[in-house]
């Protein structure tokens, strides 16, 4: 099955995507081992729901998609094949990749910066101490 969307998605009409294999053309080589671990397991008729992967286009990009490996069976309920059913979650993935990036950059701003900063919670403990402000009152973040 591909249907339009999926072609849409990739890039790769039906035609082009058909008798191919799925995870050596379309997967990223980081995670074909585990995607392929998951369409063996729905082989087996254990489903995988919410597994997020990175599907290569027809353009070379890279889309994520949230996908749910269901057990494809025949009118006698024999196994005949896996259905991949998709969401492309490609903007939210790039959105928490950069807010993840954000956060590792303002922690090293933080720990480096020329000044002490530190912070407490709402019960008044210490939750952030950067090196400034270990150097000068000799008492480590620790």
């Known amino acids: 099955e591909w ?5 849409e998605i990739t890039g790769f009409k ?5 008798n191919k294999p799925l995870v050596s053309t379309f997967i ?3 995670l074909r081992r585990s995607v ?8 087996q008729g254990r489903e995988t729901s919410n597994y997020e992967l990175e599907f290569r ?13 269901t057990t494809r ?7 005949v094949g896996v259905v991949g059913v998709a969401q492309d979650v490609t903007e939210a993935a ?16 933080v720990d480096t910066a020329n000044a002490p900063i530190f912070g407490i919670d709402v019960n008044g403990s210490v939750n952030e101490w950067n090196n ?3 150097e000068i009152t000799g008492f480590t973040k620790e």
């Open 94 to 109: 790039q959105h928490d990749r950069a807010v993840a990036a954000m956060a590792n950059e303002l922690r090293q701003l």
């Open 3 to 7: 249907n339009n969307k999926t072609a």
């Open 132 to 134: 400034k402000t270990a």
């Open 57 to 69: 286009t027809k353009s070379n990009e890279i889309r994520y998609l949230l996908v749910n490996a």
């Open 73 to 79: 069976r025949d009118a006698n309920s024999n196994i």
């Open 28 to 30: 990223v080589s980081s």
């Open 14 to 18: 039906k035609e082009e995507a058909f």
């Open 36 to 43: 392929q671990e998951v369409m063996d397991n729905a082989l």
